[in-house]
């Protein structure tokens, strides 16, 4: 049984390449196929949209030191942190924040409306990956609506079977550069496979 | 739209019912059903097995107090630890600790393997949910027939394309209870609904 990672990855990929049934290129392919190594799922093929140039602008905020706003710990736990770190940019989520757990209570809505709103104050906050919470990401397609915020990229990738499909058809709208998952699919996973893909992209 | 977390997981699940194309019953319906909850893909009907009573022995083990241990620290983070503190239990992992990191590279074997067989030998480890690596499992199911460990419950779903679906055919005949997800198809996200599923079921 083969046991180096680097070898099972690179032989995974290989695996991926050969069973894809269409040719992707350019930067979009190891952001793809990425995604289909993390869930073995090819139908990520299909479903993946990369708008607005945003392979190229969220690897150009990481290299540039930003912070990185998720919507769960799981995606907090997932991404390459040291990684991340070598280019002055850290991943953070604030949907247990004190503050935001208080304000949320008070507001009578969601602590991922709350985190996102106080995610969107931060200069520095750059990307946005979203693999939970659809009401987290329609908060922000309103923010960027309102000019509030300005992001680099979005990660649009919420799972789900309410409102999932319908925050992701609308953080397109936005016209900030996303990348999102069409329909039910996606999740804190794949939001890690992207996040980490553009790391690994960059030179 | 709806933003009450309570309502759309309930919404979630009865859409799924709706749309499973054959009938699950008994304890096997909310474990697939969070499953399919959490990546939108039906196929995890098919190729889900519980085998050995595990959901029971599973939910006995977390009511009575035990350590789960887990093979990412993404699984780590999504579970319920403050329902799962509830009963006694814990959910760990150890491939970041130091003298794990130092024993793999002394023997030249992944970290995975060297934090299986360090869970192994605590006898209050009662639950193994590997979500990642196919050499965990296998190293488990190597422990399990020497008679090293005796685990309540095996949750086996590891996601990929080299090595997982033969990890996982082996640990369904290692004779521990066990869930696992057959093929390429699992990951950290799986394991947490899992879990999660067992916790959510304890009256």
Do not use: W
Not at 53 to 62: H, N, Q, S, T, V
Not at 116 to 141: C, H, S, V, Y
Not at 194 to 202: F, G, P, S, T
């Amino acid at each position: 049984m083969l046991t180096e990672p680097d070898k099972i990855e690179q032989l995974s990929f290989e695996i991926i390449t050969r069973e894809l049934k269409r040719d992707i290129t350019g930067p979009a392919a190891p952001l793809v196929k990425r995604i289909i190594h993390t869930t073995a799922d090819f139908e990520y093929a299909e479903i993946t949209e990369i708008l607005g140039g945003a392979i190229e602008r969220g690897m150009g905020a990481i290299r540039s030191g930003c912070r990185i706003y998720c919507d769960t710990k799981m995606i907090q736990a997932g991404v390459n942190k040291e990684r991340l770190g070598r280019y002055g940019s850290e991943i953070y989520t604030c949907v247990s924040d004190d503050d935001v757990i208080r304000e949320a209570a008070a507001r009578g809505v969601t602590r991922s409306i709350v985190g996102i709103e106080k995610a969107a104050r931060d200069r520095n906050t750059k990307i946005f990956a979203i693999g939970n919470a659809p009401t987290a990401l329609m908060t922000l397609k309103e923010l960027i609506d309102k000019g509030e915020t300005s992001p680099e990229l979005v990660i649009g990738v919420p799972v789900g079977f309410v409102g999932a499909a319908e925050s992701k058809e609308a953080i397109r709208d936005a016209g900030a550069p996303c990348i999102i998952t069409r329909g039910r699919k996606g999740g804190s996973t794949v939001a890690v496979a992207i996040v980490n893909a553009l790391i690994y992209m960059i030179k």
